[in-house]
């Protein structure tokens, strides 16, 4: 099993920035990715960002690409994922997630890991 563990949410103005952490700890040697997702109220969990174990590899949703930073920690086994120029629309729960291949990273049903959640609210 890996469990991850996300920090870093809160209330933001709009043009603001957070910092969202995700440790994973456990057997992560049997994962090769790992990724962010949102979930809205009445929407469906979407795809924001993902990023290889190794670090080398990012991925991003159109919606977030110039504007959101996805990065690996090696040592420390945590992900971070940095928003700028956050906006009211990006405000939602945002999901860690970790898989053991590094294919279909944009569906949030290949996953085998999931994090709690951690709030994200950009005020206008």
């Known amino acids: 099993q890996v469990q991850l563990v996300e920090s870093g949410g809160g209330l933001v103005q709009a043009g603001g920035s957070l910092r969202l952490s995700c440790a994973a700890s456990?057997?992560?040697?049997?994962?090769?990715?790992m990724g962010w997702f949102r979930q809205a109220p009445g929407k469906e969990r979407e795809f924001v960002a993902a990023i290889s174990w190794s670090g080398f590899r990012t991925y991003y949703a159109d919606s977030v690409r110039g504007r959101f930073t996805i990065s690996k920690d090696n040592a420390k086994n945590t992900v971070i994922l940095q928003m700028n120029s956050l906006k009211p629309e990006d405000t939602a729960v945002y999901y860690c997630a970790a898989k053991k291949r590094e294919l279909r990273l944009y569906e949030a049903s290949e996953y085998d890991y999931w994090g709690q959640g951690t709030q994200v609210t950009v005020s206008s």
């Open positions: 456990g057997r992560t040697f049997s994962v090769q990715a």
